[in-house]
């Protein structure tokens, strides 16, 4: 059959029309790539911030509210770090499988590990502050000196529950503890009191320029009494000692017990511990101290070493006697 041209056309343009009217099979929307989302907190729940948290390549940083998003991550078990400030903070094992629809919920625990500061000041029991006061941190192997106002600063400690020990020469030994687990400083005022009877008053200066507290001292160097071994200022200037223990090497009943930390102790024969006075009053010589720790090798006027009981100054008869022997300490 012959068609017209205009049939022919018509004819066309119907089935360009049907082939149009067929619908399309439906394209699947693209599944999203797997993704971790996430709290980072420290020890005590608070939200860490400018953490930077990885697996491998992928790299994304926690906001202000701790909160991350990193994508996209393979399924499968994947290991995720965390880092702040070039340090790392931990890891953890996540497992991603296709089941997986947005999002992996993860809570992440990690401690906080910026260096503490322990900030202070020293006082007496009149709120006077101390200078050249000793503050250790014994849990920590540090220490430092208080200036002149008293205060003092120890910086990069590690975050945990220290244990402070404080000294200076008169004074008795303060102990304390400093909570450095949660803040990242913590400032301290530290009461030390004086040993009994130890507050010296006016010290009056004579005209022959030697304190008051050195005269019995004094004259009894100038008698040169055979009952204990006198060492004077000139003495200690001849021997030029680094420190207050160098003093007394090669004295007869004295032994210098030093600790594994280098304290020096000032022992008798059989390791019995000297009774230890100084200028004239007791300065007991307590486990974990040393000589040097309590006198300045600066300040020494004078050393007397008494081997028994015999002889002693009236200075050193105070207190429980000491069949070990007796030192007496005398600074300028």
Not at 7 to 14: D, G, Q
Not at 81 to 96: P, T, Y
Not at 279 to 293: E, M
Not at 314 to 326: F, I, R, V
């Amino acid at each position: 059959m012959n068609l017209s041209a205009p049939m022919r056309h018509a004819l066309s343009l119907v089935g360009l029309l049907a082939l149009l009217s067929v619908p399309l099979p439906a394209q699947e929307a693209p599944i999203p790539a797997p993704s971790l989302r996430g709290v980072v907190r420290d020890s005590i729940g608070r939200p860490l911030s400018r953490v930077v948290v990885s697996h491998r390549n992928v790299k994304t940083i926690s906001d202000v509210d701790g909160s991350f998003v990193l994508t996209p991550v393979p399924t499968g078990r994947i290991t995720v770090q965390f880092s702040r400030d070039g340090a790392l903070l931990g890891s953890i094992e996540a497992n991603v499988t296709t089941d997986t629809t947005s999002a992996v919920q993860l809570d992440v625990i990690a401690d906080r590990t910026e260096p503490r500061t322990l900030l202070g000041t020293v006082v007496d029991s009149t709120g006077a502050p101390l200078r050249d006061v000793v503050v250790e941190v014994v849990t920590a192997l540090v220490e430092t000196r208080t200036d002149s106002a008293g205060r003092f600063a120890i910086r990069n400690l590690p975050p945990r529950r220290h244990i402070v020990r404080v000294r200076r020469v008169g004074y008795a030994p303060t102990y304390l503890t400093a909570d450095l687990t949660d803040s990242t400083s913590t400032r301290a005022r530290i009461v030390v009191r004086q040993y009994a009877g130890q507050n010296l008053g006016l010290v009056v200066v004579r005209a022959n320029g030697v304190p008051g507290r050195l005269q019995g001292f004094m004259r009894r160097a100038e008698k040169k009494s055979g009952w204990g071994k006198i060492i004077t200022a000139d003495d200690i200037a001849r021997r030029n000692p680094l420190r207050a223990s160098d003093m007394f090497q090669a004295i007869a009943g004295v032994r210098l017990n030093t600790d594994f930390r280098g304290r020096v102790q000032l022992t008798g024969r059989g390791g019995c511990v000297l009774a230890l006075f100084i200028n004239g009053f007791p300065a007991p010589q307590l486990r974990g101290s040393g000589i040097d720790d309590m006198v300045n090798v600066l300040d020494l006027a004078g050393i007397e070493v008494y081997n028994g009981q015999g002889g002693l100054p009236a200075e050193y008869l105070m207190g429980q006697p000491n069949s070990c022997g007796t030192i007496g300490v005398w600074t300028r």
